[in-house]
C-alpha cells in the first residue's frame, strides 16, 4: 500500500512515475569546464582523454580522466573507432551523386539482372581467426589453449568473384600478380558461364570496379566483343557494392575451418562460397537501392555503408 501511494504522490507531483535523477556529489567541473571540453572536442574529434586533462588543468580545473569522460558523455559525444573511408574529392563525390540519382531509377527486374564482381585477398591465419575455449585461470600461454600463428599471416591468396540476386556465381585462384591478360582469361573463363549458372539471360549487367586491370584496353575490347552491357561504376565506391559484405561472410567462414596451408585455404574458400545462402545473396542485392538512397542523402560523400 505504502508503495502505490507513493507512486500516486509522485504522479501528483511531477505527472511521471519513472525513477527521478537523485542529488549526488557536486561535480568538480564548473559549467564553463565542461563548455570547454566539448568545444575541445567538437573541433578536433581525435583529441585524447590526456590532452584534454592537460588543458583543464590550464585552465585551473584539475579533473580526473572519469570526470572528463562523463562530461563528454553527457553532451552526447562518445568515444568510437573511426571507419576507414576512400579519400573522395568534389570531383568524386559530385559523379557519386549523379550515379545514385540516375541509377534508383532502374526497375527491380534490371537490378536482379546485375552480376556483381570484385578481387580480394584472404590470409591463410588471419585476424578473424579468433576461438574461444574452455579453460581455467592462469591456463592461457599454454600450448594446448593457444592458437598458433606465424608472421605476415602465414601467407595469403588472391581471389576473384561474383554473384548476383539469385546466388553466387564462379570463385576462382589468382595466381601470381595479376595483369589485364590474367583478367580477361578469368573472364572468358568465368563471366558468362556464371552468367548462364544464375539464369540471367545473356541481357545481363555486368559490375566490376575501376581498377586499371579491368578498364585496360584488352578487358574492354573482351566485354565488347561477348556484348557484355558493363554497369559504368563511380571511382572510389566501394560502399556501393553488395560484394564486400559477402567477402565477409566468406572470411568469416573460412576463418572458422582454420586451413593449415594455401591449398586447403583455396579449398575451404570455394567450397563456402558454394555454402553461402541464395536468401543472404538476395539480401544483398537488394541493399543496392538503400545504398543509392544513402549516397544521394549524404550529396556524394561516404556512407555507413
Known amino acids: 500500500m505504502s508503495s502505490v501511494a507513493s507512486i500516486i504522490r509522485k504522479w501528483k507531483k511531477f505527472e511521471t512515475t519513472r525513477t527521478l535523477p537523485r542529488a549526488g556529489r557536486p561535480s ?38 572519469t570526470t572528463i569522460s562523463a562530461a563528454i558523455h553527457q553532451s552526447g559525444l562518445y568515444g568510437r573507432v573511426t571507419r576507414r573511408k576512400p579519400l573522395l574529392s568534389k570531383r568524386h563525390m559530385a559523379a557519386r551523386l549523379e550515379f545514385a540519382k540516375q541509377h534508383l531509377k532502374d526497375s527491380q527486374t534490371m537490378r536482379k539482372k546485375i552480376l556483381w564482381s570484385d ?18 585461470p592462469g591456463t592461457a600461454h599454454h600450448q594446448a589453449n593457444a592458437i598458433t600463428t606465424v608472421k605476415h599471416g602465414g601467407g595469403s591468396i588472391m581471389m576473384w568473384g561474383c554473384f548476383s540476386a539469385a546466388g553466387t556465381g564462379r570463385l576462382v585462384r589468382i595466381k601470381g600478380k595479376m595483369t589485364a591478360a590474367m583478367y580477361r582469361d578469368i573472364l572468358d573463363e ?16 555486368f559490375q566490376q570496379d575501376n581498377d586499371p586491370k579491368h578498364t585496360a584496353k584488352i578487358s574492354k575490347e573482351w566485354l565488347q566483343d561477348n556484348s557484355v552491357n558493363v554497369l559504368e561504376w563511380p571511382s572510389h565506391s566501394p560502399d556501393l557494392t553488395p560484394i564486400e559484405h559477402l567477402w565477409r561472410d566468406l572470411k568469416m567462414a573460412v576463418h572458422r575451418r582454420f586451413p593449415s596451408n594455401l591449398m586447403e585455404l583455396e579449398r575451404c574458400c570455394k567450397e563456402e562460397w558454394a555454402k553461402l545462402a541464395k536468401d543472404r545473396c538476395a539480401k544483398l542485392a537488394a541493399s543496392y537501392s538503400k545504398r543509392l538512397e544513402v549516397v544521394i542523402a549524404a550529396k556524394g560523400a561516404s556512407t555507413k555503408y
Not at 568538480?28 to 592537460?54: C, F, H, W, Y
Not at 568465368?190 to 549487367?205: E, K, M, P, V
Open 119 to 136: 578481387e580480394t585477398k584472404i590470409e591463410l591465419f588471419g585476424v578473424n581467426a579468433r576461438r574461444h575455449i574452455w579453460r581455467k
Open 190 to 205: 568465368n563471366l558468362l558461364q556464371s552468367a548462364l549458372d544464375l539464369r540471367l539471360g545473356r541481357r545481363f549487367i
Open 28 to 65: 568538480k567541473l564548473s559549467d564553463r569546464g565542461r563548455r570547454a571540453l566539448v568545444r575541445e572536442v567538437t573541433k578536433n574529434p581525435m583529441i585524447t582523454l590526456s590532452e584534454l586533462q592537460r588543458s583543464s588543468v590550464e585552465r585551473g580545473e584539475p579533473s580526473r580522466r
